[in-house]
């Protein structure tokens, strides 16, 4: 089974009361695909500019991850640069360079176009729009923003809710974009705007996922140390994600062992900075997590 991933490759540099490290791996589509490739092939479609480690390139072959689409143009590749304080729950931006990713426009193979699982994680939703233009009848598209694209871009992300099956936000941007304080109502509003699935992420507060069939509700996995959040929720996304690629049919059962196993995917993410823990991670580990979670949250 295969899925499409849609995103950012980035050098990141991120301090958190652990330290610092500097231009590590990361990036929206990086961070899905350490998790989504323990259950399904993923092409990952991105921009990186002429400074790009060759080092993250050979890694990123070596963990099976399909580059057909990963583009090298010339100039920066995208840098972020953040710190967290406190309860880590908010990263302070403290420097962004778009780099090559302003320039970006996805090119995929004929044979990627047929591939039926999609997922449009963090960039510009008119880049997001440009893909899902080019694929033959996607089954299954999901969809990550942020709140920069809701300020500046709110009617090409609205357009874009119209055309996907699943919408996956974290508590402040699904607030903003729906106008609704109430995290229920702010999921029925977003689900109204077009797609069949709603996922909320809350951060150490777990996630809140609604469709018009059912609503459901899990924690977070409580780990006892967390270093660094950064790519956690595109983590979630991709074990979510992942999971439903390879599933034979989505159901309602289907949908909660696959939030659980993105929950758990990011409960790896955080322990570690960059993909430190999730580029070691093997499906053995998953599944022995996801048992002592199963037990964490059941009577």
């Keep these: 089974m295969s899925i499409i991933v849609l995103g950012t490759v980035a050098l990141d540099t991120v301090k958190t009361p652990f330290g610092k490290r500097r231009h590590m791996l990361g990036g929206s589509a990086v961070h899905f695909a350490m998790a989504a490739r323990l259950f399904a092939d993923v092409n990952l479609v991105a921009i990186i500019g002429e400074d790009f480690p060759k080092k993250y390139i050979n890694f990123l072959h070596q963990k099976g991850v399909i580059l057909t689409s990963l583009i090298k143009s010339k100039g920066k590749t995208f840098k972020w640069e953040g710190q967290y304080q406190g309860d880590l729950n908010t990263a302070l931006t403290l420097n962004t360079e778009l780099g090559v990713l302003s320039i970006f426009r996805p090119v995929i193979s004929p044979a990627q176009r047929k591939i039926k699982n999609i997922f449009l994680a963090n960039v510009d939703p008119d880049i997001q729009m440009h893909l899902l233009r080019r694929l033959h009848s996607p089954q ?160």
Excluded: C
């Design 140 to 299: 299954l598209v999901g969809l990550d923003s942020m709140n920069y694209w809701i300020n500046h871009k709110r009617r090409a992300l609205l357009r874009l809710l119209k055309k996907v099956d699943i919408y996956v936000a974290n508590d402040q941007e699904a607030r903003s974009l729906s106008g609704q304080a109430n995290l229920v109502k702010a999921a029925e509003a977003l689900r109204a705007q077009g797609p069949r699935m709603v996922l909320i992420k809350k951060g150490e507060h777990g996630v809140l996922f609604l469709s018009d069939k059912f609503i459901f509700s899990i924690p977070a996995y409580p780990t006892h140390k967390v270093v660094d959040p950064t790519g956690a929720g595109d983590t979630f996304a991709g074990g979510f994600m992942g999971f439903l690629a390879r599933a034979k049919k989505i159901n309602q059962a289907g949908i909660k062992k696959a939030i659980a196993y993105g929950t758990v995917a990011a409960s790896f993410n955080v322990e570690g900075f960059g993909v430190q823990k999730t580029a070691q991670l093997g499906r053995k580990d998953l599944e022995r997590r996801l048992a002592k979670f199963r037990k964490y949250v059941l009577f």
